[in-house]
């Protein structure tokens, strides 16, 4: 995947988010939501592929669900 691939997957998956409504979501857990969909962009780009982008959402989902207590 070059790099306009991997911004315009990661401008869909941001515009998705958006798109889904949060409306009814505590505050902890669109900061969950949110470190998920960064941390998987980013694992994506930084390790490439199915794990890296997996490993991403894991820690993205774990910091931000930390860092909205």
């Not at 990661?10 to 998705?16: D, F, P, S």
């Not at 669109?30 to 997996?54: F, M, P």
Request: proline residues 0%; charged residues 5%; glycine residues 24%.
């Amino acid at each position: 995947m070059n790099f306009t691939q991997r911004i315009s997957a990661a401008a869909l998956l941001l515009a998705a988010l958006g798109l889904g409504g949060c409306a009814g979501m505590t505050h902890q857990e669109k900061g969950t939501a949110t470190g998920a969909v960064i941390g998987g962009v980013a694992g994506n780009i930084v390790g490439g592929g199915l794990l890296g982008t997996a490993a991403g959402a894991a820690v993205g989902g774990v910091i931000g669900h930390e860092v909205t207590k």
